[in-house]
T-cell receptor, first 115, second 111 residues
């Protein structure tokens, strides 16, 4: 019974289109993240949110926009899709502690293919 | 940007032997070092982690060592089994909100 739900599991898109990747977590965590995994870059940090606020961002392109409608939701909107965006996108969550980063738990990912 | 170097990229060991994976990091402020195991088509799963206030941690056949002076940490899997075959990733914290991952080690345990 997955506690971090990502939808859809697989996604095929055409170049130039826009897609939204959905993530909901039921672990009661306050922080949520997006990571990307491709053959070129195994696990690459994209965004972190805490209490629905952006805390860190390593994604240079404004085509990637996180959207948090609730504390346990963090969707990822990707516009003007390019073939290079093809990757598996993992959502993760954690319960931050006073000592800094705590254990991250990953969802099962959305595998995006851009044709 | 910051990097975590992970070696070896491919590791083949005989069942029952030990496997060791080494990682080095750049940021002396990194204070959290997790290890993840990922099987084909699956998500990365946390298997063990260590904080900078420790030098060694052990759990269920896994040992993690941390040398802060050398900015090096390692995972040792004792008594390997075929079920240990997977991709392993090390990571180091960068600030309070992100992990920098190594490039992964593909471990194969041969019967």
């Amino acid at each position: 019974d997955p506690k971090i739900i990502q939808k859809p599991k697989y996604l095929v898109a055409v170049t130039g289109s826009e897609k939204i990747l959905i993530c909901e977590q039921y672990l009661g965590h306050n922080a949520m993240y997006w990571y990307r995994q491709s053959a070129k870059k195994p696990l690459e940090f994209m965004f972190s949110y805490s209490y629905q606020k952006l805390m860190d961002n390593q994604t240079a392109s404004s085509r990637f926009q996180p959207q948090s409608s609730k504390k346990n939701h963090l969707d990822l909107q990707i516009t003007a899709l390019k073939p290079d965006d093809s990757a598996t996108y993992f959502c993760a969550s954690s319960q931050p502690g006073t000592g800094g980063l705590e254990r991250l738990f990953f969802g099962h990912g959305t595998k995006l293919s851009v044709l | 940007g910051e990097q975590v170097e992970q070696l070896p990229s491919i590791l083949r060991v005989q069942e029952g032997s030990s496997a060791s994976i080494n990682c080095t990091y750049e940021n002396s402020a990194s204070n959290y070092f997790p290890w993840y195991k990922q099987e084909p088509g699956e998500n990365p799963k946390l298997i063990i982690d260590i904080r900078s206030n420790m030098e060694r941690k052990q759990t269920q056949g896994l040992i993690v060592l941390l040398d802060k002076k050398a900015k090096r940490f390692s995972l040792h899997i004792t008594d390997t089994q075929p079920g240990d075959s997977a991709m392993y990733f090390c990571a180091a914290s960068s600030g309070s909100w992100q992990l920098i991952f190594g490039s992964g080690t593909q471990l194969t345990v041969m019967p």
